[in-house]
């Protein structure tokens, strides 16, 4: 049945959450929720296929914006290819949809992937996440990154069955992995995988002790990742080969190509500076007679510090562009600049003789200004005083 819970809710996304976002956690949620992960768990298939309805909708600008405005029924009544209704579609189906989201070339799936025609089987993709600085995203890193993930049982060599023992031929089908069922009163016959053995034609009778039966074990690994300078956050390094093995059902000793290892990228706030893209923008306070007077100042950098000519008569709010002290382009690895934003900053303390300056700067502007504190005080006693 088609799900009605409110799509935003479904990917746990807030209603404001952008491309990305939505994408991330729909990865997420089919990575948690995917049958193979959870054999014989309903509920987990339910999940997997509403998480794959709500990212088709919000994924897609023209559908996000009726769902936004009408809702479930928008979406009904809308004109064009009808959505597609997940809970009839088979796992595959969905994952080979949005492969791309999946790293494209062999998905994120356990599953036989590989092309000319030769099928190979392969292991899930994992997902971890490193925080880098912003001082790390400009020069690049290489990050030491620990993650578990599920490995031939060494005991069993992946076969799940205790030392000694042997994995026998099912007996529900006698060994074919396949069974008849019939339906409808008898009307349909049909052959499907068995239940028992899950098509594999061998049961366990007796579970080895180390991985109860499933031929896998989790396995801590670390290993040491090159992120590249100029990442954004939300971005993820592919690790090719750094995934899980392929699942049990398909290859018990795992031969066949393991998975990716997708190691996103947070890259935490900075104190001073803020990017925007290659570039990085800093608000900087400068006195009201540097701004009055011009002035030549030092401007913090990410890598240090570089001279900014502040011009006579500068206006607050004013930016000002140094080239090449942003941060390089992924791509290009050309540098983006860095914009200064200039606030002016009125002293709110001043020396006497400052401020007799400024009472006579303000006199020969013809301004008025309000007297000395302490004699406004003064006056304001008196009058209350009567
Ligand atoms: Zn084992
Ligand atoms: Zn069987």
């Known amino acids: 049945m088609p799900t009605t819970r409110d799509y935003y809710e479904v990917l746990g996304v807030a209603k404001t959450a952008d491309a990305e976002e939505i994408k991330r956690?729909?990865?997420?949620?089919?990575?948690?929720?995917?049958?193979?992960?959870?054999?014989?768990?309903?509920?987990?298939?339910?999940?997997?296929?509403?998480?794959?309805?709500?990212?088709?909708?919000l994924a897609d600008p023209e559908k996000r914006k009726l769902y936004d405005q009408y809702g479930h029924d928008g979406l009904r009544?809308?004109?064009?290819?009808?959505?597609?209704?997940?809970?009839?579609?088979?796992?595959?189906?969905?994952?080979?949809?949005?492969?791309?989201?999946?790293?494209?070339?062999?998905?994120?799936?356990?599953?036989?992937?590989?092309g000319g025609g030769r099928r190979v089987a392969r292991g899930y993709d994992l997902e971890t996440e490193v925080e880098l600085s912003l001082e790390e995203v400009d020069k690049?890193?290489?990050?030491?990154?620990?993650?578990?993930?599920?490995?031939?049982?060494?005991?069993?060599?992946?076969?799940?069955a205790k030392k000694g023992s042997a994995p026998i031929k099912c007996p529900t089908c006698g060994g074919q992995g396949k069974v008849q069922q019939t339906g409808f009163g008898g009307m349909f016959r049909m052959v499907t995988a068995c239940p028992a053995c899950r098509g594999r034609g061998q049961v366990i009778k007796d579970f080895c002790d180390a991985c109860k039966g499933k031929g896998r074990t989790p396995r801590k690994r670390k290993i040491s990742v090159k992120i590249p300078p100029g990442v954004s956050d939300g971005q993820a390094v592919r690790v090719a080969g750094e995934g899980e093995p392929p699942p049990q059902e398909l290859s018990p000793g795992g031969e066949g190509m393991r998975g990716d290892l997708h190691v996103g990228i947070r890259v935490k706030e900075h104190e001073l500076f803020q990017r925007d893209d290659d570039n990085l923008v800093l608000d900087m306070p400068i006195s009201f007679a540097q701004a009055a007077l011009g002035a030549e100042v030092d401007v913090p950098t990410l890598n240090g510090k570089s001279k900014l000519t502040i011009p006579k008569g500068t206006q607050a709010g004013t930016a000002f562009r140094i080239e090449d002290e942003g941060l390089?382009?992924?791509?290009?690895?050309?540098k983006g600049?860095?914009?200064?934003?200039?606030?002016?900053?009125?002293?709110?303390?001043?020396?006497?003789?400052q401020e007799k300056l400024l009472r006579e700067y303000a006199a020969s502007e013809d301004q008025a200004v309000l007297p000395e504190t302490q004699g406004f005080w003064k006056k304001v006693k008196d009058m209350m005083n009567g």
């Open 25 to 57: 956690s729909y990865r997420r949620l089919a990575m948690k929720y995917h049958p193979d992960r959870n054999p014989g768990d309903a509920e987990a298939e339910a999940k997997f296929k509403e998480a794959a309805a709500a990212y088709e909708v």
């Open 77 to 114: 009544q809308a004109q064009g290819p009808a959505a597609h209704d997940f809970s009839r579609m088979n796992v595959e189906d969905i994952f080979s949809m949005f492969n791309d989201i999946f790293g494209g070339g062999g998905g994120g799936q356990g599953g036989f992937g590989g």
């Open 140 to 160: 690049g890193v290489e990050r030491d990154v620990e993650f578990t993930r599920l490995d031939v049982c060494d005991t069993c060599t992946g076969s799940g």
């Open 328 to 334: 390089p382009n992924l791509r290009s690895g050309r």
């Open 337 to 353: 600049d860095l914009i200064v934003g200039v606030r002016v900053e009125v002293p709110k303390k001043m020396t006497k003789a």
